[in-house]
Structures are given as C-alpha cells and as structure tokens.
C-alpha cells in the first residue's frame, strides 16, 4: 500500500528559514532611505541607486548562482551567498561615500541571488513529490514575505535604538547565522532520464527558442518593477504624501502615530497578506492553468496602483493598498516558478528560473533607479508610479498566449 509523500520536509523548513532571513534585510532596506540620505545630504536618486543596483546584480547573480548550485551543490551556493551578503553589508556600514554605497550594495545583490528563489525554489522542486510542489513553492515563496512582515518593523525599532550602521551589523551577522540550518538541506537530484541525458546548452537553445519562455521573460519585468520600487520607496511615499494620522484614532492607538511609522507598518502589512495570497496562489496553480492566474494578478495589481494614486492618499487608503497589494505581492513566484518547472523540467529549473528572474530584477533596478531620479527631478513619484500601472497592464496581456504544455526533451546524440 503506497504512502503520499509528505508535503512539509526538512529540506522544505530550511529552504523557508534561508530565504526569510534574507528576505527581512531585503525588505528593510526602504526604511534606511531618508535616515541615510539626511545623515550624508545625498539627493535621494543615490541611496535608490545602491538600491536598483542591488536589484539588478540580484537579478544577474540569479542565473550564475542557479547554475553553480547544478555543478557544485546546493549547500555550496547558499554559503557563497551568505557570504557575499554579509560582506555586503559590513562594507556598506563602514562608507560614507555613495559611489562606495553602490559598489558594496552590488555585493548585497549577489548575496540575495545565492540564498533567495532562484537556488532554494529549485531545491525544494526537486525535494517535492509531484502532487506537492506547486504548494512546497508556494509556502518556500511565503516564507520570503514572512521576512517581509518582520524585516521593516524590526529595522524601524533598531533604528530607534542604534545607528544604521550597526544595524547593518546586526543583519550581516543574521545571515550567517541561518547557515547552521543547512546540514537538513540535503535533497537527490529528481530529474526524467531524458532530462539527465539533456545538456544545459541543449535546454537553454530550446528554452531561447520557445516564444511562451520569451513571454515569461518579459512578463516578469514588471513584477520586479512595481516591487522593488514599492520595498524601496513606499516608506518615503508614505511618509511625505500620506495625509496626518488622527490623533486618538484607531492608529494611534496602535502606537503609530507618524506617517514615518506608517510606511514601515505598510511594508509589513504587504508582507503579511502575502503570506496568504502567496499559499492561494499555490493552491491553485494545481488546479487552474498558470498563465491565467499570472494574467489576473497583473490585473489586479493594475487596478489598485492606479486606484491609489488616484484617491487621496490617506492612512486608510495605504492600508487598503497594502492589504490588497500584499496578497497579488508574491503570488506570482510559485506560478512563475512552477510554469518553469512544468514546461522544462527540473534538473535545470535553478538556471532557466533565474534567467527569467534576471527580467524581474531589471525591471526592479529600474523600479527603484527611476523612482529616485524622478523624485530629485520632480519633488513627487507620480511619473514613475504611471509607468508601473502601464508595465502591469502590458504583463497582464503577454502572459495570456502562454502554450502550457511541456515541450518535449530532445533525444540525446547517439
């Protein structure tokens, strides 16, 4: 009589603890933007350039550190990653110069490419049986936006406490830390015959080939643009558009009192309704063709960030917006990630994901990069907030033309 594979596994916890503890530094880096800018009097384009730099070596780290995990181990890359995340860190805390801000936070970007989705979604595909691992994604995905929930409040209380700098000490040690979780981490490799015999030149020319992997690629830029932009300046959107917090109200209440505040609790509070929107995404890539799931989100997403800047901003409405943003947030990721696996297999899941992941990155070093540069040059965001409704908008109709199927593996050479 045959068991059903457990869906929670040793390598299923470790993968969410990695990617938690990278995803709350990740996430907090937005509440650094104004103390950063007031301490040195840098414009803010400087400190959203060492941001979308970050994002953008994230982006081109994906790939190289997907395909090193495929030739050294898993284990192997995280602890590279780690590493370079760590470093990044240190450094940064010891400038006071932007250019060397920048140089450092590339660092930090390549630290985030070796333990976040690109390296432990693959290893957490391979652990998962084939009825579980749209859902294994979805939660690995969710404990990303768990880091979330927590990384841009507990920077605000540091920051209460300590300067940025030894805050950025404390997160470097975090870290490394979380490496002690990897012995658990140990997966076999699952992959059809036909995948094994199949080289990684052969899979990515099919993969360069196929126009629904073209369209993946595309689509995904605007995810990372409206993302990144959001982690990276909705605290400082908040902070300066948001009309005043009542005094006595329900907020106040809370203990938020400030609109500085406020923009943390938002980033928080995507990060909570994602955790949700995230496993429903999960649970339903099983059921339901991904592409039109992809292409609803896109919609959604489309709506509420035209719908936003459009209403007064007020606490209610960064709150409504949060909590809506929060849940399509991630939701994306499993299916993305999943649509991958389902079309190419997983013996190269970790390199053909973090291909397209490079598109995601892009459009968030542009997301943030640009989000500065219109600040310093217009006094507002509305610009760069236009062209994230459009780019969401465009993601919501390429993805529509997908062909779902898996594309056959090529016979190898005799």
Known sequence: MSTRAPLITPVLIGGCLVIMTGFAIRAAFGVFQIPIAEEFGWPRAEFSLAIAL??????????????????????????????????????????????????????????????????????????????????????????????????????EGLLSLMSWQAVFVIFACAIIAVLAILPIMKVQP?????????????????????????????????????????????????????????TGGVLAGLGIETTSALGAIAISLIGLFNIAGTLTAGWLGKRFPRKYLLAAIYTGRTIAAAAFILLPITPLSVLVFSAVMGALWLAT??????????????????????????????????????????????????????????????????????????????????
């Open 333 to 414: 990721v499993p299916l993305t990630s999943g649509l991958v696996a389902h079309l190419w297999g997983l013996r190269y899941m970790g390199t053909l994901y973090g291909i397209v992941f490079f598109s995601h990155q892009l459009g968030g070093f542009l997301g943030v990069w640009l989000g500065g540069r219109m600040y310093d040059i217009y006094g507002n965001y509305d610009l760069v907030w236009w062209v994230g409704v459009g780019v969401g908008a465009f993601s919501a109709i390429i993805h529509l033309p997908i062909r779902e199927r898996p594309a056959a593996p090529r016979p190898a050479a005799a």
């Open 190 to 246: 699952m992959a059809s015959k036909a995948e094994l015999e199949e080289s990684l030149g052969q899979i990515l020319k099919r993969a360069a080939k196929d126009p629904s992997y073209g369209m993946i690629f595309l689509g995904f830029f605007s995810c990372g643009y409206q993302l990144a932009f959001i982690t990276a300046h909705f605290p400082a959107l908040v902070t300066e558009y948001c009309g005043p917090i009542r």
């Open 54 to 155: 970050q994002n953008l070596f994230w982006g081109i780290g994906q790939p190289i550190f997907g395909a090193m995990a495929e030739k050294i181990g898993d284990r192997k890359a995280i602890i590279a990653g780690a590493l370079l995340y760590a470093a990044g860190l240190l450094l940064s805390a010891g400038t006071t110069s932007a250019t060397a801000m920048q140089l450092y936070e590339i660092l930090v970007g390549f630290g985030i490419a070796g333990t976040g989705f690109g390296v432990i979604l693959a290893v957490v595909g391979r652990a998962a049986s084939d009825d579980n691992r749209s859902m294994a994604l979805a939660i690995a995905t969710a404990a990303g936006s768990a880091g979330q929930v927590i990384g841009a409040p507990i920077a």
